[in-house]
């Protein structure tokens, strides 16, 4: 008998996947996006029950949705940039995620001081930072699905 030659790729030069396809990704940063809005807009309505003004910018759905969706997204790309570039990326983002969290909040804090942002007091200032944690750990959950970070450090 002879033997055919394969018309097919050999195994050692597909393309490996490492992780969910681009429609699961986009999947998971959607529904990043739609659990950190959902929970600000807790935040809102706890934070205009404990007296935080009507009139506060930052509490209304425009707003904050609009600036979840900035956020989820910029992070993703920085996600994703750590992901395939660090030698270490889960070691990184664990020191990076909270301090840019915490520089997130430097603006927030910064209106106990200041006057310039209109309807600013202490419970909606409050509910604000409450809002950037409660993004950032949505967004962290999404991208722990949608770019799954290598355990084994690159050499």
């Known amino acids: 008998m002879s033997t055919s030659s394969s018309s097919h790729t050999p195994a050692s030069t597909l393309p490996v996947r490492t992780g969910p396809g681009r429609a699961a990704v986009a999947g998971w940063l959607i529904a990043g996006i739609v659990a950190g809005s959902v929970l600000n807009e807790i935040i809102a309505l706890l934070a205009r029950a404990a007296g935080a003004s009507e009139d506060f910018q930052p509490l209304q759905p425009g707003a ?22 660090s030698a270490d990326p889960r070691a990184l983002l664990s020191w990076l995620v909270p301090t840019v969290v915490v ?5 927030d804090l910064m209106m106990f001081f200041s006057d310039f942002q209109a309807h600013a007091d202490a419970a909606g200032i409050i ?26 450090p690159r050499s």
């Open 64 to 85: 904050f949705i609009s600036f979840t969706v900035i956020g989820v997204l910029v992070g993703a790309v920085g996600w994703a940039v750590i992901r395939r570039r």
């Open 103 to 107: 520089v997130s909040l430097v603006p």
């Open 127 to 152: 509910a604000l930072m409450v809002m950037h944690v409660a993004v950032a750990a949505a967004a962290v959950f999404a991208y722990q699905r949608a770019l799954p970070l290598n355990d084994a």
